[in-house]
């Protein structure tokens, strides 16, 4: 390419977009008619509109229209701008109708999917029962929810399967923001929203609460009374002396417990 269009080209990369993508078009929304720098923008101001009824998204697959950002020319979804020429995308994939020029995210789109995923094709496997893609690290590695992925993180409630957050596969199979899941263990909170299993190991906490239950002797009347529990970490029912800090499981040793009968004498 040669002349003012390569100028535009050289400039144009990097240069154009909004605060989720670098590329070099717009699209016209086809549930509205309206343009918009990508289908993120769409729906964070169609998601504000005052009648809730007036509320969509943008179904990415029915986008047929793109506007060139740096000669303005609409035309159909393609990566190069039949006007100037310039490349919209230096990402672009078809079947999403999506552009992006920073290519150093790893793009690719995965089939089974049905969208495209960043991070590099080669660092990534489709799980077909969780229903998304994964870490290579957690291939053999991981607990296999059925389309564990599509629900809504569980503690900011926005929908995980193409989220622009990491996300994270805790120890049960359930998966929510990667910063959620760091913010909620801040806070002290190490049990999984959905299942309640615990998301780390927590011997050395449950070996700190054996100290404690042995220092902290429980009333005569209390002391003989047992309760039936329910362990949140392998799912066993086991009875057990009743104790204010905590019940133990008798099977793999956690307090992360819940009693399911109130505390009685031994018949």
Same mark, same amino acid.
């Given at each position: 390419?040669?002349?003012?269009?390569?100028?535009?080209?050289?400039?144009?990369?990097?240069?154009?977009?909004?605060?989720?993508?670098?590329?070099?078009?717009?699209?016209?929304?086809?549930?509205?008619?309206?343009?918009?720098?990508?289908?993120?923008?769409?729906?964070?101001?169609?998601?504000?509109?005052?009648?809730?009824?007036?509320?969509?998204?943008?179904?990415?697959?029915?986008?047929?229209?793109?506007?060139?950002?740096?000669?303005?020319?609409?035309?159909?979804?393609?990566?190069?701008?039949?006007? &100037?020429?310039? #490349?919209?995308?230096?990402?672009? *994939?078809? =079947? $999403?109708?999506? %552009?992006?020029? @920073?290519?150093? +995210?790893?793009?690719?789109?995965?089939?089974?999917?049905?969208?495209?995923?960043?991070?590099?094709?080669?660092?990534?496997?489709?799980?077909?029962?969780?229903?998304?893609?994964?870490?290579?690290?957690?291939?053999?590695?991981?607990? &296999?929810?059925? #389309?564990?992925?599509?629900?809504? *993180?569980? =503690? $900011?409630?926005? %929908?995980?399967? @193409?989220?622009? +957050?990491?996300?994270?596969?805790?120890?049960?199979?359930?998966?929510?923001?990667?910063?959620?899941?760091?913010?909620?263990?801040?806070?002290?909170?190490?049990?999984?929203?959905?299942?309640?299993?615990?998301?780390?190991?927590?011997?050395?906490?449950?070996?700190?609460?054996?100290?404690?239950?042995?220092?902290?002797?429980?009333?005569?009347?209390?002391?003989?009374?047992?309760?039936?529990?329910?362990?949140?970490?392998?799912?066993?029912?086991?009875?057990?002396?009743?104790?204010?800090?905590?019940?133990?499981?008798?099977?793999?040793?956690?307090?992360?417990?819940?009693?399911?009968?109130?505390?009685?004498?031994?018949?």
């Amino acid at each position: 390419m040669e002349g003012p269009a390569n100028e535009r080209l050289a400039f144009g990369k990097m240069g154009y977009g909004c605060d989720h993508y670098r590329r070099r078009c717009r699209i016209r929304a086809p549930c509205c008619n309206e343009v918009f720098p990508c289908r993120h923008c769409h729906n964070e101001a169609a998601g504000m509109l005052k009648n809730i009824y007036d509320r969509h998204e943008i179904d990415r697959y029915d986008v047929k229209q793109v506007i060139c950002s740096v000669c303005d020319t609409e035309q159909l979804i393609g990566q190069v701008c039949t006007n &100037c020429g310039v #490349n919209m995308g230096e990402y672009f *994939c078809e =079947i $999403c109708k999506f %552009y992006d020029d @920073d290519t150093e +995210k790893g793009q690719f789109h995965c089939d089974d999917c049905g969208i495209c995923r960043v991070g590099g094709r080669e660092n990534y496997f489709h799980c077909k029962k969780c229903g998304s893609c994964y870490s290579i690290s957690l291939w053999d590695n991981h607990r &296999c929810v059925e #389309n564990s992925m599509r629900h809504h *993180c569980p =503690i $900011c409630y926005e %929908y995980l399967f @193409d989220s622009l +957050k990491a996300t994270t596969v805790l120890k049960c199979g359930h998966t929510m923001h990667s910063e959620c899941c760091h913010e909620m263990m801040k806070r002290d909170k190490f049990c999984c929203p959905i299942c309640s299993r615990s998301v780390i190991d927590m011997s050395k906490t449950w070996k700190r609460i054996d100290e404690e239950t042995e220092e902290t002797v429980m009333p005569e009347d209390y002391r003989h009374r047992k309760v039936w529990i329910l362990c949140n970490d392998c799912s066993d029912t086991t009875e057990v002396y009743f104790h204010i800090i905590g019940q133990k499981c008798s099977h793999c040793k956690s307090y992360n417990t819940r009693s399911i009968a109130p505390p009685v004498l031994p018949q």
